[in-house]
């Protein structure tokens, strides 16, 4: 997940305060689309492939307003570059409002920092955990300074990571509940490995986040297409909106608009 280069960043005054924008948060395996209205309302978010986005028929609204992205697919956005001069790609100069001096931006995800747009937005102390084909966690302190966090593999990964390395385990699919540590046998034993695992590793990783900052009350939102799982297995945990990276990106075009 490399951050944008600075030569098609977010050029803040070319949104008129009463322009709609479209705004897409361009993830692994899907993209989120919606219209940000001149209300300031984000309109009804549509949900596409992003192997299928270059060609998706609702691109087709750049032709006339301009667009903001939060991608993490650098394929596709060179595609979109090519085709759409319109659009933006966010980069971490577009979000002052986030303090980012205690991290190497240099590589640091969009998707990520339009989380902490949205994060900054509500206030910190917040640590987002992003659920999908990753999981990441960004763990915004009092201050809302950005003091870091963590990557590791979401669950359908770790699933097709065996699968794909391994001469016989199946690829067992996506549930909805937690599994006992003891597997009675290897689809059993794989959900105990993947999905029991991975929630000791979030309980974890929130902990320790909480102490490094001091927090231990931070709460904790949980975002993207597994939130809801984690969600339901760890108490600390919270389900946060659907649009949450989305919200990142209409905050910070409200941010730029009142500059």
Do not use: W
């Not at 309109?43 to 087709?60: D, F, K, R, S, Y």
């Not at 003091?147 to 065996?162: E, S």
């Not at 199946?170 to 006992?180: F, K, S």
Request: glycine share 8%; aromatic share 4%.
């Amino acid at each position: 997940m490399v951050s944008p280069d600075p030569v098609s960043t977010l050029r803040l005054p070319h949104y008129s305060n009463r322009m709609p924008t479209l705004l897409l948060n361009i993830g692994n395996t899907n993209t989120q689309l919606a219209v940000l209205g001149d209300s300031g309302k984000l309109g009804e978010v549509q949900t596409v492939p992003t192997a299928e986005l270059a060609e998706h028929p609702c691109l087709a609204q750049l032709a006339s307003l301009p667009g903001l992205a939060a991608s993490v697919v650098p394929k596709a956005r060179q595609a979109l570059m090519e085709r759409y001069p319109s659009l933006r790609f966010l980069a971490v100069a577009d979000v002052p409002f986030v303090d980012f001096s205690p991290v190497d931006t240099s590589t640091l995800g969009a998707d990520r920092i339009a989380n902490l747009a949205a994060a900054a937005d509500r206030g910190g102390p917040l640590i987002v955990l992003d659920c999908g084909t990753a999981i990441t966690t960004e763990v915004l302190d009092a201050g809302n300074r950005f003091c870091g966090g963590a990557i590791l593999p979401g669950r359908r990964l770790l699933r097709q990571a065996l699968h794909d390395h391994t001469a016989q385990l199946p690829l067992v699919p996506l549930g909805t509940t937690e599994p006992p540590a003891l597997g009675t046998n290897t689809a059993e034993a794989i959900l105990a490995g993947t999905d029991a695992a991975v929630l000791g590793a979030v309980a974890h990783l929130l902990d320790a986040s909480r102490q490094a900052i001091a927090a231990p009350a931070c709460p904790v939102l949980a975002v993207g297409g597994d939130a809801a799982y984690f969600a339901r297995h760890l108490p600390e945990v919270r389900l946060g909106p659907p649009d949450f990276t989305l919200q990142g990106l209409r905050a910070v075009l409200r941010h730029g608009r009142s500059s």
